[in-house]
Every structure is written in C-alpha cells, then in structure tokens.
C-alpha cells in the first residue's frame, strides 16, 4: 500500500526533502506520513489502528475531544501512544497557502518538538506525523468545500506520569513531613526542567500546569495506588507555540515565562514556595542574578507587573469564547427556534469550591433540552433526570417584555456572561450552566431557561 519511501535529508530524486534527519517520508493512498525511522511496522504494520478513523473501544480511548482536535490514548501491545488529531477547515487562501509550505500546527509542533528533544530538552518523543490530501480542492477553484485535510500526531506514550496540577492538588493535601519534603522535590524538578529548557533556547509561550508531565515518587500516590518517586522527573508538552532560538532566552522571554507560572499558582502554592521554585531555577541556571539583591528585587517586579497583564489578557481570550463552540462552551441547536449556549468543562476548578460539578458532555445536554417544553415552562421530570441541576424559567408573559427580550437580549443572558466573565477573573460568581431559548417562527421569544448546579444559592438572580 506504500507507494513511495524516502529517507529523510535526501529525497528518491536525490534532492532535499522536508523531513527531519533520520525520518522517513511514506506516501500511503494520499497521506502523507513522516515517520522516525524504526517505528514504521508500530504505525503501518498490520496490527496498526486507522489513524485517521479512531473509535472508542479497548485499544482506543479519548482524552480530550473537541470540533478541530481530539487526543486519542492508543494501546498496541505492550506500548501506548497519544494521537493528536486536527480537523482545522481551510476557511481562507492564507491558510491555504500555509498548508501547501507545510507550516500548518500539526507540522510545526512535529518539528519544533523533535528539534527541542535533539537538543536535550525532556520533552515527549513524537514518532509519527500525517497529513492528508484534500483530493485537489483549493479556494481557487469553483466549488470549494472549505475543508483542510486531516492531519495528525503521534506520540510515544510516557508511562507513570501526571500533570503538574493533579501532583501539586494530592501533595497539597497533606501535611506531613515527608509530604512538604516531596513538595520540595517537584519544585526542583520543575525548576530543573526550565532550567535545561531555556538554556536549550526553548520559549514555551504556554506556560501552566496542564502542560507539564511530573513521574511518580515519594510525592504521594498516583493512580493504582503507585507512589511517586523520590526525584520526580518532569517534561514540557505541548509545543505548539513554542519558540526555538540558537543560544539561551533572553531576560523579556524569562520574565513572560515567570509570569505566566506566577498566575497559575499565586492561588495553589505560598509565597515561599513560588520564590524558591525561582531561587532553585537561578541555581540550575547558573544566572548571576541570585547573588545580586538589588537586581533580583527589579525581576520580581518585572514578574509581578507582567503577571498582571498577562492575567488581563487570558481574561479578555477566554471572554471571547462566550457564544462560541469549543472546549469549555458550545452552542446547540437541536430544534428549529431552540438555542442553547452550555458550559461543557468548568474552569478554574482550582479556585472555586462548588467547581467539583460533574461536566455535561454534549449527549447530556442533548437529553436535558429534549425535555423543555414549547412554553417556557420547568418539566416536571427534570429533578428525577438531573437530580444536581436546578432550572429557573424566565416569564416571557406580555407584548412588550417578550419583544424586548426578543430585541435586547433577556436578564438570563446577561447574567449567564456577567457570571462567567467574573469567574474568568477569579471573581467569585454563581456558575450558570446554560442559557436556553426558543423562538417562535416570527423570532419572538416563547421560553427562556437557565439551569445552574443544585447546590448553589441564587438569591442574586432571584433579585433580577
């Protein structure tokens, strides 16, 4: 089924191909393969999953899933891979252009990700990469379907790890000695891998704890009741927006990169802790600057003040995803006249105490809409389907307040962004849900609904 196979650095006509050294470039039936070589029987063999085409089942599981990416766990005998695949359509001629020179997100984390590893940076080790053909569609051509071809990431899976957030939430936890002890292990270790990557001329552009992979050790139990080892090991994901320079970064770079750390954990870990994760990263570092007083109190400011621009410029992105369909918010349409904008991950579950709410899944919410009636009204079975959930019904009665809210938006809705936009702050807020409405053929509103976890007190919307 092979086609064409190349070696990477020289291609069959004997000019330079696109591939990494030691890569191997394989046209298989319109997918365009980049594989390290050794590992193509693990990823073309005949035990080999369709890549292109997983489904959930004992070899495949999702990890995340979204409209343009989805990150798929695949067992194959005795190892396991991440697939990451990306569904981005082609929605203009510059993305189309940066498709055909190969400098789309899929080819670039392949490459900047192998480029850091190479260069001694703990990072995961990506084995395969894929791109397929779009059958020769082009915004240039009548007819368009506005579709990229599907492209897709395979790394090889690392065994007995957790994500800094999931280490740092069980460790804090508990109190003991040997606890604090291993705290202190993990804020070395992370400072060590920083250390190793800035020197290496690696810019991660986003830094947070969902980012990094620590082993287990003597840092408390993981999964299976495994414990963590005593020198915690950790790596850097997800290098998509990372940056790649020939010598180490330079003191902005550091400072955005403090900063961003600073946000994430200014909530979770003491003031002592984040300054030796500093302290600790000057020593991996050899940076004169820890021995000069004077000039380590301007880069703390430095830190401080980026920390909060940074922290005004994350709140404005995750407003913009409000309204839209993606991660954390998604908009359905089940029925004509019938939208709703619902909450499919919490946010900031590190922040707020109600944040262990379950996440409602797109069937979920399919289910719970079926249920409303064609007036705003409450159905009488939803605390018998969805006992953790309470629904308020707006009163849409009168001419002129139902072409009002028609025009104007309703106090539900406003509540719904206010609410969310206070939490992206880390402002305590109530957590809507979901706000739902349905219209009238004319687009007249004929129910409004807005459903928030049981549990949670609403006095201020009963107020509106």
């Known amino acids: 089924s092979v086609s064409q196979i190349t070696q990477g650095g020289t291609g069959a006509d004997g000019t330079a191909s696109s591939a990494l050294p030691g890569v191997v470039l394989i046209d298989d039936h319109g997918v365009r393969w980049q594989i390290e070589d050794g590992w193509q029987d693990r990823l073309l063999g005949s035990g080999a999953p369709d890549w292109f085409a997983l489904q959930k089942g004992d070899r495949a599981h999702p990890r995340k899933f979204g409209h343009r990416r989805s990150v798929w766990e695949v067992?194959?005998?005795?190892?396991?891979?991440?697939?990451?695949?990306r569904r981005n359509p082609r929605r203009s001629l510059p993305e189309w252009f940066r498709g055909i020179l190969g400098l789309t997100s899929t080819e670039r984390e392949w490459k900047i990700s192998r480029a850091a590893k190479a260069r001694g940076v703990p990072?995961?080790?990506f084995v395969g990469m894929a791109r397929r053909n779009d059958g020769g569609h082009s915004p240039l051509k009548p007819g368009f379907a506005g579709r990229r071809p599907g492209a897709i990431l395979i790394s090889e899976g690392l065994a007995d790890t957790v994500t800094l957030s999931a280490a740092w939430t069980?460790?804090?936890?508990?109190?003991?000695?040997?606890?604090?002890?291993?705290?202190a292990a993990l804020i070395d270790a992370v400072a060590r891998l920083y250390a190793i990557a800035h020197r290496a001329g690696l810019f991660h552009q986003d830094n947070h704890p969902?980012?990094?992979?620590?082993?287990?050790?003597?840092?408390?139990?993981?999964?299976?009741?495994?414990?963590?080892?005593?020198t915690p090991r950790a790596y850097l994901v997800d290098l998509l927006s990372a940056r790649l320079s020939p010598?180490?970064?330079?003191?902005?770079?550091?400072?955005?990169?403090?900063?961003q750390l600073e946000h994430h954990f200014r909530r979770i870990a003491s003031r002592s802790q984040r300054l030796r994760f500093l302290y600790r990263y000057f020593d991996f570092s050899a940076i004169p600057i820890s021995r000069d007083p004077t000039a380590k109190r301007s880069l703390l400011r430095a830190i401080l003040d980026q920390r909060n621009i940074h922290a005004s410029d994350l709140a404005r992105r995750r407003d913009r995803r409000i309204g839209r369909s993606g991660r954390y918010f998604t908009v359905l349409r089940p029925a004509f006249g019938m939208e709703a904008t619902v909450v499919l991950d919490v946010e900031r579950r590190h922040v707020f105490p109600e944040s262990d709410v379950d996440d409602f899944d797109i069937d979920d919410w399919a289910e719970l809409l079926e249920m409303l009636p064609d007036e705003g009204e409450a159905p009488a079975n939803l605390e018998s389907s969805f006992p953790e959930l309470t629904i308020h019904v707006g009163y849409?009665?009168?001419?002129?307040?139902?072409?009002?809210?028609?025009?104007?938006?309703?106090?539900?809705?406003?509540?719904?962004?206010?609410?969310?936009?206070?939490?992206?702050?880390?402002?305590?807020?109530?957590l809507p849900l979901a706000y739902i409405t349905r219209r009238s053929p004319l687009g007249l509103l004929q129910g409004v609904w807005l459903v928030l976890p049981a549990r949670i007190q609403s006095a201020r919307l009963d107020r509106e």
């Open 75 to 85: 067992r194959q005998d005795d190892k396991f891979f991440f697939a990451k695949l």
């Open 123 to 125: 990072t995961v080790h």
């Open 170 to 183: 069980r460790l804090k936890r508990n109190e003991e000695p040997q606890t604090r002890r291993s705290r």
């Open 210 to 230: 969902q980012n990094i992979l620590v082993e287990f050790g003597a840092l408390g139990q993981g999964p299976d009741n495994q414990a963590f080892g005593a």
């Open 247 to 259: 010598g180490p970064i330079g003191y902005r770079k550091l400072v955005f990169t403090m900063a």
């Open 396 to 430: 849409t009665g009168g001419v002129w307040r139902r072409i009002g809210w028609s025009l104007f938006g309703t106090p539900f809705s406003r509540f719904f962004k206010h609410c969310h936009r206070l939490r992206h702050r880390d402002i305590g807020a109530p």
